[in-house]
T-cell receptor, first 115, second 113 residues
Framework: DQQVKQNSPSLSVQEGRISILNCDYTNSMFDYFLWYKKYPAEGPTFLISISSIKDKNEDGRFTVFLNKSAKHLSLHIVPSQPGDSAVYFCAASARSNFGNEKLTFGTGTRLTIIP | NAGVMQNPRHLVRRRGQEARLRCSPMKGHSHVYWYRQLPEEGLKFMVYLQKENIIDESGMPKERFSAEFPKEGPSILRIQQVVRGDSAAYFC???????????FGPGTRLLVL
């Protein structure tokens, strides 16, 4: 039962353009969402998060949008840079429930930035 | 401020041996989480611990796997009698409080021959 889905396994974007990564979830108890970036042979690096009380959060080149009614979130990277090439994981938790802080991850999207 | 430390980074075991994976959380973090990533898959939650307590072990296999986070020292994930299917990358994450962002270590890559 895949509660967090990233339907695009890979995405290629020209340097300088916008990268949009998508994520869907099915569990309505999720109230906190995060994006992590992962290079090969390294651990995931936290990028940005959003609480379910918001619909947008921005940090530099990264913006996350949340559409609760559609159970959909997206990560926008503008402008895209070669160093952004990595696997991006969407994750969710139901942190308002004590003891339920575990993260549920999607399967990842491999982003390649073309110089 | 050092990040989450995991050792060893690579571990090779033969079937039937024991594997011990260590995780030292970031300074000031008392919450530790273990995740496993099988090849070509996302990370899957295994267990959530606070100092001396297991809070959530809903992702732990029922047999051969155990975890602890003692009052002093690192968190340990122990796998007894390893099988080939245990080959994976095991990641540890830590947070200062229960509702804070989890920060990940570099992982331990376990290979069972």
């Amino acid at each position: 039962d895949q509660q967090v889905k990233q339907n695009s396994p890979s995405l290629s974007v020209q340097e300088g353009r916008i990268s949009i990564l998508n994520c869907d979830y099915t569990n309505s108890m999720f109230d906190y969402f995060l994006w992590y970036k992962k290079y090969p042979a390294e651990g995931p690096t936290f990028l940005i998060s959003i609480s379910s009380i918001k619909d947008k959060n921005e940090d530099g080149r990264f913006t996350v949008f949340l559409n609760k009614s559609a159970k959909h979130l997206s990560l926008h990277i503008v402008p895209s840079q070669p160093g952004d090439s990595a696997v991006y994981f969407c994750a969710a938790s139901a942190r308002s429930n004590f003891g339920n802080e575990k993260l549920t991850f999607g399967t990842g999207t491999r982003l390649t930035i073309i110089p | 401020n050092a990040g989450v430390m995991q050792n060893p980074r690579h571990l090779v075991r033969r079937r039937g041996q024991e594997a011990r994976l260590r995780c030292s959380p970031m300074k000031g973090h008392s919450h530790v989480y273990w995740y496993r990533q099988l090849p070509e898959e996302g990370l899957k939650f295994m267990v959530y611990l606070q100092k001396e307590n297991i809070i959530d072990e809903s992702g732990m296999p029922k047999e051969r796997f155990s975890a602890e986070f003692p009052k002093e020292g690192p968190s340990i994930l122990r796998i007894q009698q390893v099988v080939r299917g245990d080959s994976a990358a095991y990641f540890c994450a830590s947070s200062p409080y229960r509702e804070e962002t989890q920060y990940f270590g570099p992982g331990t890559r376990l290979l069972v021959l």
